[in-house]
């Protein structure tokens, strides 16, 4: 697997220190899981951030503090290494996925599928797979939010590039963009998308009211 596109370092970062919304950290921690050159800078900034609590100075903790804390945590799921890559009838997945139930399939176009992923939405964010047949191509669209994508099978383009496997688009309410999937295999992919689709085609804006992911 050759990867080229990665997360900015703001957004490694980020989800390095913890500080990022579930949905858009799973999609980053299927591409870490991937990619060899994100994982060895994520461990970089988890070693910058534990140098400097070190040298932090201390703070005094008010009575039942820790304990507090402590009960809003989520129990800690198996580290992604530790999770073999589960299949989903027509694709491998990564291991971060392994912690969430996967909706079926459903079409929202003639060629173009998808489906739900537990519950790491959230009224912002939503979280889901798409899967497009070769030559699909997507109306061209803008962002009110964010669009995080991770593909994992085939290979789609648009304005700024390729995506193939392992790859990760990054794209915002700056970025107008019409993907098209390669020939050859369907494209598989994780997104998070936060807000909603601007269709900007003159049909694009007559199907809009009836197009939610």
Excluded: N
């Amino acid at each position: 697997m050759s990867i080229t596109r990665h997360p900015s370092d703001a957004t490694l970062a980020a989800f390095a220190a913890g500080s990022l919304d579930e949905a858009r950290a799973v999609v980053v921690a299927c591409h870490v899981s991937l990619c060899r050159q994100c994982a060895s800078a994520v461990a970089i900034f988890e070693g910058v951030g534990g140098a400097l609590l070190d040298a932090a100075a201390p703070a005094a903790m008010s009575a039942g503090a820790l304990d507090r804390a402590l009960a809003r945590l989520p129990s800690a799921p198996a580290p992604p290494a530790a999770v073999p890559v589960q299949p989903a009838g027509d694709v491998s997945l990564p291991a971060p996925l392994a912690h969430y139930a996967l909706g079926p399939w459903r079409r929202i176009g003639r060629t173009v599928q998808w489906r739900s992923v537990g519950a790491a939405s959230s009224d912002s964010v939503r979280l889901f797979m798409l899967k497009a047949a070769p030559g699909t191509r997507l109306p061209r669209h803008r962002h009110t939010g964010t669009e995080w994508t991770c593909v994992f099978e085939g290979a789609f383009r648009h304005d700024l590039g390729r995506y193939g496997p392992g790859d990760f688009d990054e794209a915002d309410e700056t970025v107008e963009h019409h993907p098209v999937v390669e020939p050859g295999a369907a494209c598989i992919c994780l997104v998070a998308l936060q807000g909603d689709i601007r269709l900007q085609s003159f049909i694009g804006r007559l199907v809009q009211p009836f197009i939610r992911l």
